[in-house]
Every structure is written in structure tokens, then in C-alpha cells.
């Protein structure tokens, strides 16, 4: 197994594996621009047996919707998927003293990702582990909208910079 961090390193090669692992963070109900973009420089994978680790702060709503859609365009073979909570550094929420995945990852929640992962390497019980989607309210639309690659691409990153000693860490 390697894992790869596709900020600092450039995206492997998936031919030269076996079985791929694909996992991301879900920020504002959608998988990340680099994430998308990685998935996109993929060749085609042939049925390559595929499965994803979605980690969300607050809900993950229809974000794995995103990531099948690219892994389907590629070829793969989607064979399991993956929810957890993790941290959630929304820094409004974190001023007013909220934190929405407080005590997450649970332990029920770690022995379901041990049993993922066993499970995805030893090729059975694929449909114990079936995708999640829910409808997004309006709200969340309208958020997920304003945070696709376009708005952050051409709008975003124009108007606002970062200041990493201001940075949460």
C-alpha cells in the first residue's frame, strides 16, 4: 500500500495497483477541487477494483454523487464506500465554542472503517458497504453551487488571499 498526498506529490500512476483507495475529505457536501482534478488526469482503469473514504465535518449529503460520477467516466469498478467523521474546523462554529464531530471518530465508528478496510482487501462484502446520497435542501444547493470549481477557479482565488500566520491550526 502507498499513500499518496496529492498536495505535496503528483498522482500515481493507478495501473500499477491492484486495487485503488480513493479518499477525501468533504468540504461544503463536495469532494475538493484537487481531488476531482487528480481523478480527472487518471487513463481509463479498466475495471480496476475501486473504493472510497469520504471523512465529513458536518454531512456528506450527496458528495460521493461527485466522486462516482468521475470513477464510473473512468472505468472503475466501485466496490465499497466508506463515511466517517472527522474533525470539523468550521471556524464561525469553533468561535462560538460548537463542534459539530466532537469525540470522532467514535469507536463504533473505527471498528466499522477496520471492517471496511478487511473487507475491501479481501474482496468480499461489497454491498455491505453501499454509497450514501441525500437530497440537498435549497440551502445546501445553493452552498454546493458557490463552492464548485468555477466560483473558486475565477472568483474566489482572486479576492481572497491567505495569511498563514492567521491560520487555525
Aim: charged share 20%; aromatic share 14%.
Amino acid at each position: 500500500m502507498r499513500l499518496c498526498n496529492i498536495k505535496d506529490e503528483l498522482c500515481p500512476n493507478p495501473q500499477d495497483y491492484d486495487l485503488l483507495r480513493i479518499g477525501s475529505p468533504v468540504c461544503y457536501f463536495q469532494i475538493p477541487v484537487n481531488v476531482i482534478e487528480c481523478l480527472e488526469s487518471f487513463p481509463d482503469l479498466d475495471g480496476k477494483k475501486t473504493f472510497a473514504v469520504l471523512t465529513n465535518g458536518s454531512y456528506a449529503l450527496n458528495a460521493g454523487d461527485m466522486l462516482k460520477r468521475d470513477l464510473v467516466a473512468k472505468n472503475a469498478n466501485i466496490r465499497g464506500w466508506c463515511y466517517s467523521y472527522g474533525a470539523d474546523y468550521f471556524l464561525p462554529y469553533n468561535e462560538q465554542g460548537c463542534m459539530p464531530s466532537y469525540a470522532h471518530p467514535a469507536p463504533d465508528e473505527l471498528t466499522a472503517a477496520y471492517e471496511f478496510g478487511l473487507d475491501m482487501g479481501q474482496g468480499e462484502n461489497e454491498t455491505r458497504w453501499l454509497e450514501v446520497s441525500q437530497k440537498l435542501s435549497l440551502m445546501y444547493r445553493i452552498e454546493q453551487i458557490l463552492a464548485q470549481r468555477w466560483f473558486v477557479r475565477h472568483i474566489y482565488q482572486n479576492f481572497f488571499h491567505l495569511d498563514k500566520k492567521k491560520c487555525v491550526q
